[in-house]
């Protein structure tokens, strides 16, 4: 409060004598009208209701004016639904109606590219023409054009020429709710009309006035004097810090009884991290700046079925739409397990896959891969607007979501903005794709937006602009994203009109802009309690200064600075342990090799990854990399050698031949395009060459191949070894010699044969081939000149001896409830799908 005790606004509305009640009521008095013929226009909707709250409270007796907005006065005076050509105020319509009016002008084919841009020009000048009347827009749209096209003389700028001229004829054409209120009709009703005056001048509010001459009374809502309340500053480190202080000033206002509590919005993003704080407190900000309609779930929704029934979708954006809905959830579970297995990243290439498969097994999966199929099919070909919306409808009853948009109140909005649930036959349109389809329907979201209803009680916390403050008591104000950014002094003046053509057209100066943005900072820090909040650096890092409003109260020496909000807390340290848990009760029946190196490296990631058989998702969308290239290279290898095995050749060329079979089949097998084979395209003729020299060496040494990929197999007491082997061949002397294939360095590879106990691969393979005798190697399959080369583990006979006691032992170990600890060493942690679970980062900060 001030020092008088009395809010600002409330000494705006009610102090005795000066009061705009008072005077609005001395007025009507003086002239002898009766109140109920007396309209007062206020400067935004939210006023209509204080207005007359202050009116009441005033206790001014019998009847009471009719507070009122121009809008809202033209609703009442009389219905009104554009027709023909008018302009709606409907991005949906007035898109269509743009793209209409364009291909008149010659332009039809830019018509969706530009439509976009003459309805943004037509609701520039909209407010201009309605405040003329009707019979004078023709008079007014030739001053409009002279004045416009002052500022387009070069041959450049042709086409944005055209574009004004389009939208000034349309919006001269256009009839207007409003203009019921521009009649004689309405002027004998209403006795005196009363002017709120706000920041700014309103074209069609003076117009009124105009036309009610002496009738009309302005009477300003702006006051230009009273004591400043106490304005505090706070600064934030980054945008995260902002919303954090901001939220804890709204609610330390709340908690000290200055509610309700004014929240301006200055940054859509700061806003809703704010108000999300708030609301995981319990205190839901009422917002009356709205919802952009794009940003909600049910937008989300609508917008992931127009992505997924592109030609070209992702596997990633069909999965996205299907998971939005509940009665296909098994399906899609099943689905998705499918898709990152496969690591099929295109749709349309994962169908065929799977319509290509015979295993009995898939026979689930090709009919619903079918029916997606079928209803992306609802949606894929061109077609007249009018065309499009019952497709959508159609789309969204077919997949389940129709009825639950309809229920929920941004998804009736969501349909209602796109007039889905309406008769689409009202909007007609040109032939648009499924991509241009798309585009309307994004412009048409971006555009609307939604209040959600308060739920009837007073809200504690409004979210509001800015300008809105004008009249309002709250208890106390907070504005974050004071910065030069978010708050200029001297807002930017919206479209792309000169000094000149705003002056000359009657659009709003940035002089004028500017006046309006400081008085509304005035009125704001006029309010009992005032926090501003702003921030030393946005997300990115750049340094932001505080805004040159902010400035100007510093250097006046007229701001405190305020004490951070939020409260300490006293947290008990909890140093994160290290965890040692049994895996006694989740005995494995089957090992491979690589689960026992699990064990070996990390007794925990065994423990999570094996026995709780926890798994990351993979990437569907990710870059196919190396290890794609490897995972390809050994299926054309093992193409290639079965082949030649049935067609032994040792002619270069034939066998060259096979290899390019082989290798058409793997990225047959693999899903993978022509664009995404491409990364290995380079290097494959190098990596061939350089194979099949070795393969000629190997088998002059006298090797011969045996299997490919076999499975294999091997009981050890109540375990089973199991594994798939890269290749098996024979040495002359009739003994296994198992190879292991790798893509990685040379150096990598000698690595692995150094210490033979350490390697759990080849020892491991060894157990699994029957033969007390075995030889084991690497086969490095290198790009580099050094080409293919075979790396053997000498002692792996010894190794796979040592391998099966240690693992003997160690299963003993875990079935007797051995703890298994993280043990959190070197590489192996790098790349660990468990580090989330076993905590690492947090053991060894509190280490
Ligand atoms: S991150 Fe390291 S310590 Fe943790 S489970 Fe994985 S390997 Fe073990």
């Given at each position: 409060?001030?020092?008088?005790?009395?809010?600002?606004?409330?000494?705006?509305?009610?102090?005795?004598?000066?009061?705009?009640?008072?005077?609005?009521?001395?007025?009507?008095?003086?002239?002898?009208?009766?109140?109920?013929?007396?309209?007062?226009?206020?400067?935004?909707?939210?006023?209509?209701?204080?207005?007359?709250?202050?009116?009441?409270?005033?206790?001014?007796?019998?009847?009471?004016?009719?507070?009122?907005?121009?809008?809202?006065?033209?609703?009442?005076?009389?219905?009104?639904?554009p027709t023909g050509y008018d302009l709606a105020?409907d991005m949906a319509r007035d898109l269509v109606m743009a793209q209409s009016l364009l291909s008149q002008a010659g332009l039809g084919a830019e018509r969706l590219a530009l439509a976009g841009r003459v309805v943004e020009l037509a609701l520039q000048l909209?407010?201009?023409?309605?405040?003329?009347?009707?019979?004078?827009?023709?008079?007014?749209a030739?001053?409009?054009t002279?004045?416009a096209e002052?500022?387009y003389?070069?041959q450049w700028l042709d086409t944005e020429r055209a574009l004004v001229r389009i939208a000034i004829v349309w919006t001269a054409t256009s009839?207007?709710?409003?203009?019921?209120?521009?009649?004689?009709?309405?002027?004998?009703?209403?006795?005196?009309?009363?002017?709120?005056?706000?920041?700014?001048?309103?074209?069609?509010?003076?117009?009124?006035?105009?036309?009610?001459?002496?009738?009309?009374?302005?009477?300003?809502?702006?006051?230009?004097?009273?004591?400043?309340?106490?304005?505090?500053?706070?600064?934030?480190?980054?945008?995260?810090?902002?919303?954090?202080?901001?939220?804890?000033?709204?609610?330390?206002?709340?908690?000290?009884?200055?509610?309700?509590?004014?929240?301006?919005?200055?940054?859509?993003?700061?806003?809703?991290?704010?108000?999300?704080?708030?609301?995981?407190?319990?205190?839901?900000?009422?917002?009356?700046?709205?919802?952009?309609?794009?940003?909600?779930?049910?937008?989300?929704?609508?917008?992931?079925?127009?992505?997924?029934?592109?030609?070209?979708?992702?596997?990633?954006?069909?999965?996205?739409?299907?998971?939005?809905?509940?009665?296909?959830?098994?399906?899609?579970?099943?689905?998705?397990?499918?898709?990152?297995?496969?690591?099929?990243?295109?749709?349309?290439?994962?169908?065929?896959?799977?319509?290509?498969?015979?295993?009995?097994?898939?026979?689930?999966?090709?009919?619903?891969?079918?029916?997606?199929?079928?209803?992306?099919?609802?949606?894929m070909k061109a077609r007249p607007l009018e065309e499009w919306l019952?497709a959508?409808?159609?789309?969204?009853?077919?997949?389940?979501?129709?009825?639950?948009?309809?229920?929920?109140?941004?998804?009736?909005?969501?349909?209602?903005?796109l007039w889905?649930?309406?008769?689409a036959a009202e909007i007609a349109g040109g032939r648009h794709t499924l991509a241009e389809f798309s585009a309307w329907v994004r412009d048409v979201?971006?555009a609307?937006?939604?209040?959600?209803?308060?739920?009837?009680?007073?809200?504690?916390?409004?979210?509001?602009?800015?300008?809105?403050?004008?009249?309002?008591?709250?208890?106390?104000?907070?504005?974050?994203?004071?910065?030069?950014?978010?708050?200029?002094?001297?807002?930017?003046?919206?479209?792309n009109?000169?000094?000149?053509?705003?002056?000359?057209?009657?659009?709003?100066?940035?002089?004028?802009?500017?006046?309006?943005?400081?008085?509304?900072?005035?009125?704001?820090?006029?309010?009992?309690?005032?926090?501003?909040?702003?921030?030393?650096?946005?997300?990115?890092?750049?340094?932001?200064?505080?805004?040159?409003?902010?400035?100007?109260?510093?250097?006046?020496?007229?701001?405190?600075?305020?004490?951070?909000?939020?409260?300490?807390?006293?947290?008990?340290?909890?140093?994160?342990?290290?965890?040692?848990?049994?895996?006694?009760?989740?005995?494995?029946?089957?090992?491979?090799?690589?689960?026992?190196?699990?064990?070996?490296?990390?007794?925990?990631?065994?423990?999570?990854?094996?026995?709780?058989?926890?798994?990351?998702?993979?990437?569907?969308?990710?870059?196919?990399?190396?290890?794609?290239?490897?995972?390809?290279?050994?299926?054309?290898?093992?193409?290639?050698?079965?082949?030649?095995?049935?067609?032994?050749?040792?002619?270069?060329?034939?066998?060259?031949?096979?290899?390019?079979?082989?290798?058409?089949?793997?990225?047959?097998?693999?899903?993978?395009?022509?664009?995404?084979?491409?990364?290995?395209?380079?290097?494959?003729?190098?990596?061939?060459?350089?194979?099949?020299?070795?393969?000629?060496?190997?088998?002059?040494?006298?090797?011969?191949?045996?299997?490919?990929?076999?499975?294999?197999?091997?009981?050890?007491?109540?375990?089973?070894?199991?594994?798939?082997?890269?290749?098996?061949?024979?040495?002359?002397?009739?003994?296994?010699?198992?190879?292991?294939?790798?893509?990685?360095?040379?150096?990598?590879?000698?690595?692995?044969?150094?210490?033979?106990?350490?390697?759990?691969?080849?020892?491991?393979?060894?157990?699994?081939?029957?033969?007390?005798?075995?030889?084991?190697?690497?086969?490095?399959?290198?790009?580099?000149?050094?080409?293919?080369?075979?790396?053997?583990?000498?002692?792996?006979?010894?190794?796979?001896?040592?391998?099966?006691?240690?693992?003997?032992?160690?299963?003993?170990?875990?079935?007797?409830?051995?703890?298994?600890?993280?043990?959190?060493?070197?590489?192996?942690?790098?790349?660990?799908?468990?580090?989330?679970?076993?905590?690492?980062?947090?053991?060894?900060?509190?280490?």
């Open positions: 409060m001030t020092s008088s005790g009395i809010h600002p606004s409330l000494t705006l509305w009610r102090a005795p004598g000066t009061g705009v009640v008072a005077r609005i009521a001395e007025v009507l008095g003086a002239r002898g009208v009766h109140a109920a013929r007396a309209v007062v226009l206020v400067p935004y909707a939210q006023l209509m209701n204080v207005a007359r709250e202050m009116w009441a409270l005033d206790g001014q007796a019998g009847f009471v004016p009719r507070f009122e907005t121009t809008r809202n006065w033209a609703r009442s005076a009389g219905g009104f639904l105020f909209a407010p201009l023409a309605a405040a003329e009347l009707p019979k004078e827009r023709d008079a007014w030739r001053r409009a002279r004045a002052a500022g003389e070069s009839s207007y709710a409003t203009d019921v209120l521009l009649t004689e009709a309405v002027r004998s009703q209403v006795d005196a009309l009363v002017v709120l005056d706000g920041f700014q001048a309103d074209p069609l509010t003076r117009k009124l006035a105009a036309l009610w001459g002496e009738h009309a009374l302005h009477l300003p809502l702006v006051a230009t004097q009273g004591p400043p309340g106490t304005a505090a500053i706070h600064e934030a480190a980054d945008p995260e810090d902002e919303a954090d202080q901001a939220a804890a000033c709204v609610l330390r206002h709340l908690a000290e009884g200055r509610a309700p509590v004014a929240l301006v919005a200055t940054d859509r993003a700061l806003t809703r991290r704010i108000s999300a704080q708030l609301a995981a407190q319990g205190v839901a900000p009422h917002d009356e700046t709205g919802w952009k309609l794009s940003t909600t779930r049910a937008a989300a929704t609508l917008m992931s079925a127009l992505r997924a029934c592109a030609h070209d979708a992702s596997s990633d954006q069909v999965l996205d739409w299907l998971k939005g809905s509940d009665a296909e959830a098994v399906a899609v579970q099943f689905l998705e397990a499918r898709l990152r297995r496969d690591g099929q990243r295109d749709w349309l290439t994962f169908c065929a896959h799977v319509a290509r498969s015979e295993r009995p097994q898939d026979a689930a999966l090709q009919s619903f891969c079918e029916a997606v199929e079928g209803r992306r099919a609802l949606l019952p959508l409808r159609k789309l969204l009853q077919a997949d389940g979501r129709w009825d639950a948009l309809s229920a929920d109140l941004a998804g009736a909005n969501v349909l209602s903005a889905l649930d309406d008769d979201l971006e609307a937006s939604f209040v959600p209803p308060t739920g009837g009680q007073a809200p504690r916390v409004v979210v509001l602009p800015l300008h809105q403050l004008l009249g309002r008591v709250f208890g106390s104000v907070v504005i974050p994203g004071c910065d030069d950014r978010r708050l200029p002094a001297s807002p930017e003046p919206p479209g009109w000169s000094t000149a053509q705003r002056a000359e057209l009657g659009l709003p100066s940035r002089l004028s802009l500017e006046t309006a943005q400081r008085a509304a900072w005035a009125t704001a820090l006029r309010n009992p309690f005032c926090e501003l909040l702003w921030r030393r650096a946005d997300a990115t890092g750049e340094p932001v200064r505080p805004s040159p409003l902010v400035q100007a109260l510093q250097l006046d020496g007229a701001l405190a600075v305020g004490t951070d909000p939020r409260v300490a807390r006293e947290v008990p340290l909890r140093p994160t342990q290290r965890p040692l848990p049994s895996g006694a009760l989740l005995p494995l029946q089957s090992v491979s090799a690589t689960v026992y190196e699990d064990l070996r490296r990390c007794p925990y990631r065994f423990f999570a990854l094996r026995q709780l058989a926890l798994r990351s998702a993979d990437e569907l969308d990710a870059e196919v990399d190396k290890r794609d290239f490897g995972n390809w290279l050994h299926a054309v290898l093992g193409h290639f050698h079965e082949a030649l095995q049935a067609a032994p050749s040792g002619d270069p060329e034939a066998r060259f031949d096979l290899m390019a079979d082989a290798a058409r089949a793997a990225t047959r097998a693999f899903g993978l395009s022509q664009a995404e084979f491409l990364p290995f395209a380079a290097a494959w003729p190098a990596v061939r060459d350089g194979y099949l020299a070795w393969l000629a060496g190997h088998e002059a040494d006298g090797m011969a191949f045996e299997e490919a990929e076999p499975w294999k197999e091997q009981a050890l007491g109540a375990l089973r070894l199991v594994g798939r082997l890269d290749r098996i061949d024979r040495t002359p002397e009739g003994q296994a010699f198992v190879i292991d294939y790798k893509t990685e360095s040379a150096a990598t590879t000698r690595e692995r044969i150094k210490e033979p106990t350490e390697d759990t691969q080849l020892a491991f393979y060894a157990a699994l081939v029957a033969d007390d005798t075995v030889r084991a190697a690497y086969v490095n399959v290198g790009e580099k000149s050094s080409g293919t080369q075979t790396f053997e583990q000498t002692e792996v006979v010894d190794a796979r001896d040592a391998l099966v006691a240690g693992l003997i032992d160690d299963f003993t170990r875990i079935a007797e409830g051995a703890a298994l600890p993280a043990l959190g060493e070197g590489m192996v942690c790098e790349h660990c799908a468990a580090r989330g679970l076993c905590r690492k980062d947090f053991w060894e900060m509190s280490a």
